[in-house]
């Protein structure tokens, strides 16, 4: 069989190194792997390919490839390739759900305590050789022990969340957008048509949902003004399920008591984006879910479904393309 790997980007932290490249091909002798560097260079490749290791593909190259039956992504959002096309083609998807999980999670952690500890606050002081005990303390240090934490969201990066926070106190509910099913641990589980009324008790609003047509905008205007001045928001996962002016707006005003976000609408983050000043905004750029081994795991989980796909078995982590997830 002919696998096509196109994994590449300006950012050469989501750039496959060849090695890896490598590795499969030894580990899989029998097919012949070929390897884009670009997408010129891809769509050249895509009409022999059979299967495509890819974390994103054009609807000019899906036209070309003609031979293509099954797409693994390294990454867990697949929003950006269920174009008409694709949703009417045969061609299987799967994803990199929940390998990203862990890191994710720390990192949440990470940023609520930043912002409970008013640690953005903090550094700017200390850039400025400024002893601001008074203005700090003023403040006061916030609890994640009894915090209550909403998750929108409760897949392998919320239930990971839930898992962390709760471990340290947290009073943790996530919503799930099909909310059968019994809870893994000691969190509350609530459909998805719940949140406007989890929203204004919350003290740390996590949004992991995958884009979809349904998360699209999910946290709005309406939303915003439904939370408390003091709550947080934490976004790690994609920039369009935040109205981004809303945010900005809910932030200036003080309506809100900050924002970690991890993902924008449109990366790399504009130089003129309000989102750099705000004082109560703390940005990561598209790094969360990046983990030291993250190409041993990425390829790891491509060369189990790869054995599997060999030996006819069912895929792990097939993507519903109409669900978009
Ligand atoms: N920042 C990063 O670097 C990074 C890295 C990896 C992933 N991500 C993003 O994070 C997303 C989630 O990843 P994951 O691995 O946790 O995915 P996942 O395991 O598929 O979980 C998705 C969760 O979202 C829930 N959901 C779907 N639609 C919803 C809605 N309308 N309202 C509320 N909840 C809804 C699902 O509900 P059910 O349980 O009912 O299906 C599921 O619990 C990805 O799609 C990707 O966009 C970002």
Known sequence: MTIL?????????????PSYVDRLRHRFPTHAFLHARTDDE???????????????ITRQQLAAATRLRWLHSPAAGVGGMLFPEMLAS???????????????AEHVLAV?????????HAFRCQAAHEWAQDAIGAQGNRLIADARVLIVGLGAIGGAVAQRMALLGARVT???????????????????GHLHDLLPAADVVVVAAPHTRETRGLIGRPELALMSRDAI??????GQLVDELALVEALRARAIGGAALDVFVDEPLAPDSPFWTLPNVLITPHTSGFRPDHWDAA????????????AGL???NVVDKEAGY
Do not use: C, K
Not at 43 to 48: F, I, Q, V, W
Not at 112 to 120: E, G, V, Y
Not at 299 to 310: H, I, K, S, V
């Open 5 to 17: 790997i196109a994994i590449h980007s300006p950012f050469e932290i989501w750039t496959i190194p």
């Open 299 to 310: 390829t790891d989980l491509f060369a189990e479904n790869l054995e599997r796909f060999d």
């Open 90 to 104: 045969p061609v299987v998807l799967s994803n990199s759900r929940g390998m990203s999980a862990g890191t994710i």
């Open 233 to 238: 928001l934490v976004n790690v996962s994609r």
């Open 112 to 120: 609520t305590l930043a912002l409970f500890r008013r640690l953005p």
């Open 42 to 56: 891809a769509l050249t490749m895509y009409p022999d390919a059979e299967a495509v290791f890819a974390g994103q």
């Open 314 to 316: 069912p895929l792990v």
């Open 174 to 192: 996530g919503l799930r957008r099909r909310a059968a099913g019994p809870a893994h641990g000691p969190w509350t589980v609530a459909p998805a």
